[in-house]
């Protein structure tokens, strides 16, 4: 960035633009294994206009412009490859609108999940989409996250009603009504939400609500096998039953957990499970998937039902990345996220575990098995090359496998930095072709998170 940009930068936005080196460092980088890169400047956006003029100055000046949320993702989406602008968006954390009758909420791009769920408790409603990290909603649209919850109540695709954002040359569109539906006009928001920020910034995000259910119960069940566990959770779903989260850890993510969260878990393939409903739903729902459980090889279930309990059962599951740490001190986790047709599912986290097995670097595997999708870590110290060629090596098997199952090799991470030499492979010539002019058409300098989606080689 030059100086004359710069120069026109301080001048609008004053004291919220920084050159601290620490502040430039702590946005340097994600939860991402990728190389850090500095932004040259810092901007603390603190209103939509801010957002506005630092778009204008930098499609004027050609200054690249990545923005910044609660820095939880996990592919380098946030890193200013190209220097340039962070834009940081938490400052941006006011909740506009609660409209409790029509189930919806409007609220700025920096305002989290947990903040958002806060500040519903006492109307009895909440928001479902649940990625683990306290994660802005902002980011949470931009990268189309899911998580835990996703298998009832869906992902930020459809949980997200209308968007505010600022194009790259700071004119302010609104991409959507607050309706339950519309047939007007390209679908905008569903543009902009998986656009990972290279076709303008959020700045404001309108999402669904959900009532909070009257029981909530969860239960840990562990199997003898692994396949057993799979199948549970494949013929839970044929038998239509409304689970809220069904997720699986191999016996390596236990053992994690247990070190990290000291569980105290059978070391076994095992299932966490949450029932949402009233008091007899969930009883029926719960007395149904034991039963299939059983015929599988599943143990009676380990319930929880009080706040407490659920609260730390469900932390230690988002807590999987940290707890790797307690299998390998010091190492990096070289992470994965595909997503196949639950009926490939057995075949796909079968195949992968088998993987792991035969190699000598250590790994586990975890998933929001209900929609499919899971993710093998493989537990490496980047800086020995046998390592990383071996976790590159074991991706890649398991990324064909997904394609050759007509899957995708990112079901909620996004693509970031890690996974763009894999777009290609996924959406075709034809297709990748067009996000590119699409990407070109909104952006005509490139000043939106260069160097990730709609710039695919």
């Known amino acids: ?75 380098g989406h946030t890193i200013p490859v190209r220097g340039g602008i962070s834009l940081d968006m938490t400052r941006m954390n006011r909740i506009l609108a609660v409209h409790a009758e029509d189930f919806d909420a409007v609220v700025e791009a920096g305002v989290t999940r947990k903040q958002l769920n806060a500040h519903l408790r006492d109307v009895g409603l909440m928001f479902p989409v649940d990625p683990g990290a306290d994660a802005s909603l902002g980011g949470m649209a931009s990268t189309r996250a899911s998580g835990t919850t996703a298998v009832r109540y869906g992902t930020m695709r459809e949980n997200v009603i209308a968007l505010r954002v600022v194009t790259p040359t700071g004119e302010v569109i609104t991409t959507g009504r607050r309706v339950k539906k519309s047939s007007t006009g390209y679908d905008l928001t569903k543009l902009f939400v998986g656009a990972e920020g290279t076709l303008g910034v959020i700045t404001q995000v309108t999402v669904r609500l959900q009532p909070v259910p009257e029981v909530i119960a969860s239960a840990i069940c562990s199997f003898a096998t692994m396949a057993g566990a799979v199948q549970s959770v494949v013929e839970t779903l044929q038998s239509g039953i409304p689970v809220a989260r069904i997720e699986f850890l191999d016996e390596v993510a236990v053992d994690a957990a247990n070190a990290h969260s000291a569980l105290g878990l059978k070391r076994q393939p ?162 990748v072709a067009m996000m590119k002019a699409l990407k070109a058409a909104v952006d005509p300098r490139g000043i939106m998170n260069p160097g990730k989606l709609g710039q695919a080689g």
């Open 270 to 431: 095992t299932l966490f499970l949450e029932f949402h409903g009233s008091a007899r739903w969930v009883q029926e729902q719960s007395e149904t998937v034991r039963a299939l459980a059983a015929e599988n090889g599943g143990e009676d279930f380990d319930w929880a039902t009080n706040p407490e309990d659920r609260t730390r059962l469900w932390t230690a599951r988002h807590e999987t990345l940290y707890s790797n740490q307690s299998l390998r001190p010091g190492c990096k986790t070289f992470t994965t996220d595909v997503c196949v047709p639950v009926s490939r599912l057995p075949e796909a986290i079968l195949a992968a575990r088998a993987d792991l097995d035969g190699s000598f670097i250590v790994g586990k595997i975890i998933g929001h098995v209900g929609d499919g999708n899971f993710h093998v870590g493989y537990l490496i110290k980047p800086e020995i090359p046998e390592e990383l060629a071996e976790a590159e090596r074991l991706a890649e098997r398991l990324y064909q496998r997904t394609m050759d199952m007509e899957g995708t090799f990112s079901g909620e991470h996004g693509i970031g930095i890690s996974k763009l030499k894999y777009l290609r492979r996924e959406h075709g010539d034809a297709a």
């Open 1 to 75: 960035m030059d100086e004359t940009a710069l120069m026109a930068l301080q001048q609008v936005l004053g004291d919220r633009l920084s050159l601290n080196p620490a502040v430039r460092e702590h946005h340097s980088h994600d939860m991402s294994r990728q190389p850090a890169h500095l932004p040259d400047a810092v901007v603390f956006a603190e209103s939509e206009e801010d957002v506005v003029q630092t778009l204008k100055l930098c499609h004027e000046h050609g200054v690249p412009v990545t923005p910044f949320g609660a820095g939880s993702s996990m592919e």
